[in-house]
């Protein structure tokens, strides 16, 4: 199940967002029953939990918490189900730095949360090798999200 609330006092496309959530999990070979939470929230909610779990100051634009630590299958492996954990997204951050990506706010967005759900799943972007499969396994995610819209 996926649920997400938007307290952010943005309006965002939160159909959206899950639609996109689904189509990841499934790339990922996910169980569909596992459970992932979103978060939209405003910038001095995210401040709070950028100081409260990085130790960083200001707000940022996503961040992850997972729980059941799960992984994406190997091919010869049945899909993990279980709890995901929670990516929260900043949408009055993500609109402001999504023309520095080349994005549009709504495109930064969907960005940011397969960034979020792959944090969530193990990978991470610390050295340059990891950052490599993680950016390709996201920029890989996109692309077929697009495609599967028609964009």
């Known amino acids: 199940m996926i649920d997400l609330n ?13 639609q996109l959530a689904h189509f990841a999990l499934e790339q990922l070979r996910i169980h569909p029953q596992s459970d992932l939470s979103i978060l939209l929230v405003d910038e001095p909610t995210m401040s709070a939990y950028h100081e409260r ?10 961040l992850s918490f997972p729980m059941d630590e799960l992984r994406a299958p190997e091919d010869d492996e049945d899909s993990p189900q279980g709890l995901l954990g929670d990516i929260v997204l900043c949408p009055a951050v993500t609109e402001r730095q999504a023309a520095e990506n080349g994005r549009r706010p709504e495109e930064e967005a969907e960005y940011l949360m397969v960034h979020g759900l792959l944090h969530l799943l193990g990978h991470d972007h610390a050295e340059p090798e ?11 995610i996109i692309a077929a999200w697009q495609s599967h819209k028609g964009v």
């Open 6 to 18: 938007n307290e952010s006092g943005h309006v965002a496309d939160e159909q959206g967002l899950v």
């Open 53 to 62: 779990f990085m130790d960083l100051p200001g707000p940022t634009d996503v």
């Open 130 to 140: 990891e950052k490599a499969v993680m950016f390709g396994l996201n920029d890989k």
